[in-house]
């Protein structure tokens, strides 16, 4: 109810997309500590959404009471990121965060509602910002929020801000199960053994991308996530998951991100569908999408 309100009242909506990616090889470790990667990174139809009113102070709340609204949370970081970009006063704002995007689950929640924040305010300042302009904003916030900003399917390099877009043909299902385990990307990086990227099949279908279109019957014979091993190490359940998704007739299954959710990718919507509601029958928290 309180989401509904928001919506009849508020000045600015603005839906924050998750993100899948379609593999992800760790490249090696910088100087800066962070390491470079390459991804192909998809926006699909889950979504959070953001609710903005006018107000006296900045506020955030939040569906989920879990969530902090505290100035740690990315929307609020966002915030003040774009206003010291600004040459005129700043307008305050109340901001509702009706949270559907999963926690430390691989999906880009938190960057998404941060790229989402700054779509929002540029629009209410009449577009002060180029793209650019936001991609560098965003990149001081978070690794991935330059790619949410713009969203659709792009191949990510460095530490995840450098991005080339790619175009995308045909239509694949997305099932997306969530275990209910939270994963620190910091303990996920910290688990990595020794880099080595070279003869592997993904890292190769990505250094010989150059733009246009994605043959992604090939990306998904190839899908690899250098994080899976110490994931499904630490917690089998997410193995469980995509040895369950591949025996309901995934054509390929793979975990997002640094985790902990596993996706299948279905050719139609009915098995999709049917895969889905068997995980929800057994207490499994999952998601039907497609790519936006």
């Known amino acids: ?45 889950l979504a959070d959404v953001l609710y903005f009113e006018l107000a006296s102070s900045d506020q955030l709340t939040c569906s989920l009471d879990s969530l902090s609204t505290g100035p740690d949370n990315l929307v609020c970081r966002a915030v003040d990121a774009f206003h010291a970009q600004l040459d005129r006063p700043a307008q305050p704002f109340r901001i509702h965060l009706e949270k559907n995007i999963p926690i430390g689950a691989g999906l880009g929640g938190g960057s998404a509602d941060a790229a989402a924040t700054l779509r929002a305010l540029n629009r209410f300042y009449d577009q002060p910002c180029s793209d650019a302009d936001l991609r560098q904003i965003a990149a001081t916030l978070g690794s991935d929020i ?77 899908l690899e996530n250098d994080f899976t091993p110490a ?16 025996r309901v007739g995934a054509r390929a299954t793979l975990m997002s991100g640094s985790g902990s959710t596993v996706y299948g990718i279905f050719d139609d919507r009915k098995t999709a569908s049917q895969a889905q509601s068997a995980l929800q029958r057994q207490g499994c928290r999952s998601f039907l999408c497609q790519r936006v």
Request: charged share 20%; hydrophobic share 40%.
């Open 1 to 45: 109810m309180q989401s509904r309100c928001a919506a009849m009242t508020s000045l600015l909506v603005e839906k924050a997309y998750a993100k899948i990616n379609l593999g992800i090889k760790i490249v090696g470790r910088r100087p800066d500590g962070y390491h470079d990667i390459l991804s192909v990174a998809q926006c699909v139809d």
């Open 146 to 222: 330059p790619f949410l900003v713009e969203g659709g399917t792009a191949l990510l390099r460095g530490r995840g801000e450098i991005l080339e877009a790619l175009s995308w043909e045909g239509k694949v299902f997305y099932v997306l199960a969530y275990p209910e385990v939270e994963i620190s990307t910091a303990w996920a990086y910290g688990q990595l053994g020794p880099i080595l990227t070279e003869n592997s099949p993904y890292f190769n279908f990505i250094v010989s991308l150059s733009g246009g279109c994605v043959d992604h019957d090939r990306l998904f014979e190839v």
């Open 231 to 246: 994931v499904e190490r630490t917690y089998p359940i997410v193995a469980e998951l995509r040895s369950q998704l591949d």
